[in-house]
Structures are given as structure tokens and as C-alpha cells.
């Protein structure tokens, strides 16, 4: 070594340059990734469920009711009767429209029919018109369901596979393409539930600074506005259909245990006490009084008109209040002092729960519900035999186009296992997110087992598929495997995951001209009748 090397070290090597952080369009796709995703898979949606709407040109299946009726909520704020030749009159060219001011009597509550009308203000009294809300929610419950399995989950791969398999589950698309109701209740019945899981999340970002503190007693949750959020939407749920009252019940149950195991979490020696004493009738009010508020202030067009069914029923009447309820003998008092509207709003609806209980003509399509669940008796809602030679017909056998309100076979079949599996988390291993999704499940399916004698149809479980979903989504990524398992493992879970869900693509593809009322030949119809109990 030289003299000159040792007086004159070499400089020590220049560090590595930093990486530099991505700008332009790659900083804004990372910061957006947890919205590109279900952007995306909201969009492939909005396409197979707005794709030719309008067709077909006919009143599908209970579409003879709701459109109807939304229109004249439309035009004189209350339900009016239409002649039998109605159907006929606003489909012939030029159109009638003839709507009568006398009064029907409707079986369920206005709101999801004032959600259908927005179409029919905005397009018109048509088919397009009247299926346009349902599509559009439709298509805006995918882009939800991603966002809440993101936050469920912590994942939004999970997130984006829930929303895609919803996306191509059968019975949604036909419920998002026609103008039915219980799309709508989909749509808020989901909404309730992620504002719900929001609310969850800001409670316990409070509880975490008296974490270890024993502050979990004490500490007061103050103003907690997603909460009041998800009993507004709740409310709306039950204003579309009555069912949503069970709904109601389960979420109330969930967000108070919610709140007792965050005070336990944070430190609480008494947690159900505390939850109690501080949470439960915070809660009752938030929920609870806010689902009420909503439900009365949907039926503001009876109340502010004098021309709906029984809208006058306790003008000039005494009145007393109701012998029983539900069965349980009461003592009457007068009720006088009670508003004359809301007393015949009650009466109005003493006669509706009489009838949506007592409902037992049969119908050829009704089920059971312990079929539901691996769709054992689909609802055709509209079906034509299609000569040869007609609307495109080439089949020497002739042609058939049908709407089966039928969920993807696969997708369906795979959640009673997932179902299962989620069990087993939340029961072995305390799992809050299965816990979560079998509440949602136990609320809308379970109290159904109550009402058998009555006449039901499968379709009324699209409220449902969100968290079928949910719950495919869970059991597919623990097939992915836990966090830090081998680089072989995680490629075989992924694999078999992948595989699963390619398979419910695969089987929605084949059953898509069913849910869409494509023309097929006759052939192409009974390969897709794999059981009798689906003609």
C-alpha cells in the first residue's frame, strides 16, 4: 500500500440513491386503490344490469303492482285503483295512462315505490322507467358491498371478491332488472349494515385512549352519528317491506354487544353493566327512534292527502285504543287525544298485518323456506314459447325466453358451506366478523321459518346475497391462507380460491340467457333445467 493511501483514504462509496416515491398517475392509483378496485367491479355490474333494459317490453311478474302504484304515489301522493285493461293501455302505442283517484288497498309500506317513481319521473311510465331505480341501486349495493368488505375483512382483494360474486349472482341481476321491491330493501338493509361497521370502528378509536386505564367503564361514547345513520336506513328497509322490522332487532342486538365487548376490550371490570347503563338506551333512541321517524315520515303523501285507502277512517270517531297486540289482550283507553291521521294510519295498518299474515292462496311458484338456501324452488317471472321462425327463433324445435329469479346455482351451494365455516369461526374462535355477517343473515332469513303456512317465494332472499357473499368471500380468503404461512401454500390456497370462483362465473355465464330473457332454443332451456322442482 502507498504512502498516499494511507494518508488519503478513499472517500467511502456514495449511498443508494432512494427509490423515488411514485408520482403522477401512480401515486394517485395507489392512493385510490382501495376505490379502483370496486369502481371497477361496480362498473362491470352497472353494464350486465342496465345492458337493454327495457326489454322486455312487458310487466313482469308483480311489476303489474309496484310500477302502478309508484306512479300514482307520482302524480296524486296516495295508491289509486287502475281498470283491468291498465297493462295493456300504458304499454299500447300511443300509450294510456288511466289512473283513477279511488283508493286501493296496498299491502305493503310506500317507500320503496317512491324509490321506483324517481325513474318514472325522470323516463316515464315504461318498462325502462320503472326498472331504472332498481338497477341503479343495484349496481351502487356492489360498489357498497366492496367498500364494507374491505373494512370487514382489512382486504381489498376480499372486498372485491365479495362485490364480484354479487355481481354475478343470478337472482340479484334479475331483482336489480325488474321493478320490485325488495331490491330497494337490499339496498338499505347493506347500507345500515356498513354504517354500522363505521360506527364500530370510530367507537373503539375512543375506547383505545383509555385502553388499559379501566376508562372502559366510564368513558362516554358522546355523539355517534353512523349509528343514527344505520337506524335511518334501517327505518327505510322496514318502509319498503314490513320484514325489515327483523333487521331492526338483529342490528339493534349487534351494536350493543358491540359496545360491551369494546368496553371490555378497553379495560371495562363490568362491561355488561357498563354497556347497559351507558349504551343500551343511547342506542334504543338512535336506532330504534330513528327507524320509527323514518317509517311515519314515509307515509307523508296519505297522511298530507285525503284520498288514500282508509285515510279518513277515524274522522268523527271516538276511538279506542287496540284490544290486543299481537295477541296479547290490552286495556283500552280513548285515543282521542291522538291525531285523527295517525289514528287512521294505525287502523290502516292493523288491516295490512292481517293480510301479509293471513296470505295462504296458493301459487305455483311459492317454497318453503328451508329451500332457500340451495334454491330449491326458483320464481319464474315471465316465460313466452317462442315459435320457429319468430323473434330470431331458428330452432326447428322451437324457442322459449324466461326470467327465473334463480341465484347462481354455485354460488349459492358454496355459501351453505361457507355458512357453516363461519359458524365454527365465530363459535370456536369468538370471530367478530363471522358474528357480524350471521347477524345480517339470522335477521333477514331466519324469521321467515315463522310464517310457512303462508304463501312465500325464494326471490324475497335477495336481501340476503350480500351477505352470502360475505361470508364465501371469509372462507375464501382463509383458503388463501394465514399471514406468514409458506409461499406453497398461499400459491395452493390461491389456486383453489381461484378456481372457485372462475367455477361461479363459469355457472352464471351458462344460466345468464335465463336471468335476462334471452330467445333459446328449446334444447338450450331444459339443459338448464337441472331439477323438475326449477320448471
Known sequence: MTQAALTHPPAPPAPAAPVPAPRGLLRRAADWSGWLGPIGVALFAGLLRFWNLGYPNAFVFDETYYPKDAWSLLRQGYEGTWPDSANADILAVPQQIPLTSAPEFIAHPPLGKWVISLGEWAFGLHPFGWRFMTALLGTVTVLMLARIGRRLFGSTLLGCTAALLMAVDGLQLVMSRIGLLDGVQMFFVLAAFGSLLIDRDRTRARLAVVRDAHGGDTVRLGWRPWRIAAGILIGAAGAVKWNGAMVLVAFGLLTVLWDQSGRRWAGARRPWRSMLR???LPALLAVAGSALVVYVGAWAGWLATGGGYDRLWAADRAG??????????????????????????????????????????????????FSWLVQGRPVSMYWEQVPAGQQGCTASGGCATQILGLGTPLLWWTACFALAYLLWRWFFRRDWRSGAVLCAVAGVYLPWFRYQERTVFSFYMVVLVPFLCLAVAQMLGAMLGPEGCSPRRRRIGAAGAGLIVLAIVGCFAFFYPLYTAEVIPMSSWQDRMWFTSWI
Not at 297486540?325 to 287525544?337: E, F, K, R, S
Not at 285523527?340 to 299474515?357: C, E, G, I, K, V
Request: aromatic residues 12%.
Open 320 to 369: 279506542l285504543s287496540p284490544a290486543s297486540l299481537l295477541g296479547v289482550p290490552l286495556p283500552q283507553v280513548p285515543m282521542t287525544w291522538v291525531p285523527a291521521p295517525l289514528r287512521s294510519l294505525w287502523h290502516y295498518h292493523s288491516q295490512m298485518y292481517d293480510f301479509n299474515t293471513g296470505l295462504s292462496t296458493p301459487h305455483t311458484y311459492q317454497s318453503n323456506p
Open 278 to 280: 351507558r349504551d343500551a
